[in-house]
């Protein structure tokens, strides 16, 4: 485990916190290439689809916490609305939302991000990783919207 030393944030002991996203991009990668994923994902309860929801939402709020304590309001909003219907796609059924977040909730989200935010390529990588195993994870015969 990466240890931190003196740096934590108000939720989380300085040994385990990964929050600590105004660190130098080498340890800031090294923290969230060592975010597992099996802690969220519960076999007996969680879907793979669910689990990367999850992950994003993690991820987002993280992200979404150091640009608002930056002063980023602008990018806040624009994370916000990419986030905010997450919650409401775990365990959902219906294939048409979840290709809507795919295909238009996402677009939307690339279009309006602003790219001189500190940090943002790493975001988008971070986040195109996600995204590429929702599209691997898609239900078979069942296409974009019209």
């Known amino acids: 485990m990466l240890r931190l030393g003196a740096v934590g944030c108000r939720s989380h002991p300085a040994e385990v916190c990964a929050c600590a996203y105004n660190l130098p991009g080498q340890l800031l990668r090294e923290m969230v290439e060592a975010m597992p994923w099996e802690p969220i994902l519960d076999h007996a309860r969680t879907s793979q689809r669910d689990s990367v929801y999850l992950h994003i939402l993690s991820f987002g709020l993280l992200r979404l916490r150091d640009a608002a304590s930056a002063g980023y309001t602008e990018y806040c909003t624009i994370e916000a609305d990419h986030l905010h219907n997450l919650p409401s796609l775990i365990g959902e059924q219906n294939e048409s939302r979840h290709d809507g977040y795919f295909h238009k909730e996402r677009s939307l ?37 019209n």
């Open 109 to 145: 989200y690339l279009e309006r991000v602003d790219h001189s935010i500190p940090g943002i390529d790493f975001t988008l990588a971070r986040y195109a990783e996600l995204w590429e195993r929702l599209a691997e994870l898609k239900q078979p015969n069942y296409g974009p919207p």
